[in-house]
């Protein structure tokens, strides 16, 4: 059963100092919380990833990876983050419906350091397993493609306020869509790389 909760960002500030004292630098920083009940439903999508409950790495390690990523992220913080129950290969199939580059993806294998990294000459295209979302507007416009991937999180989200973060992990995918839309998505990832490359 799917299900959308709030998370926090409160903004913060790094300040650098040389060895005299005087500043050096200054960046903006974003310090998320996330909801007990998030990692409670992530730990067992987490496990088949290599995360383990109550021990190194966990679903905590995993969220901190993500607001590491964020911090450094001229977007600064998603406006959702949506979790699907598993990885997907999916990602050309997120990159052809989806408006601009408001929707992006990732996966939870790339978040455990302690995971094998990918092998880029496989020639395949990374799994989706969680969709970051900067624009609302993006998500309806992506949603009406009529595709099964962002359907339900629309759904979730569609009354959502935009000034706020959002968190939705998701019920399993229809198979048969998957099976049927997997099909040449490594093709698909790649000829959409493609195509915003040359842009």
Not at 159 to 187: F, I, M, N, P, Y
Request: aromatic share 12%.
């Amino acid at each position: 059963m799917i299900a959308c909760m709030e998370f926090q960002a409160r903004a913060a500030k790094r300040v650098t100092f040389d060895h005299r004292g005087v500043q050096t630098g200054e960046r903006a920083l974003d310090w998320l919380m996330f909801p007990e009940e998030l990692r409670a439903r992530l730990t067992p999508i987490l496990s088949d990833y290599g995360y383990r409950k109550d021990d190194f790495p966990d679903a905590d390690e995993f969220l901190l990876s993500l607001e590491y990523g964020f911090r450094d992220n001229p977007e600064g913080v998603p406006w959702a983050l949506i979790f699907f129950d598993r990885e997907y290969r999916l990602g050309g199939h997120l990159l052809s419906i989806r408006p601009n580059r408001n929707l992006r993806f990732g996966n939870y294998s790339a978040y455990n350091k302690s995971a094998p990294p990918s092998d880029p000459s496989a020639n395949t295209a990374p799994p989706l397993s969680i969709v970051f979302v900067f624009s609302k507007f993006a998500l309806e416009v992506a949603s009406r493609s009529g595709s099964l991937l962002l359907a339900e999180p629309w759904q979730a989200l569609r009354d959502r306020e935009e000034d706020r973060h959002w968190a939705v992990v998701c019920s399993e995918l229809d198979v048969a869509w998957v099976q049927e839309t997997e099909k040449g998505d490594d093709d698909l990832f790649f000829k959409q790389m493609r195509e915003i490359n040359s842009e």
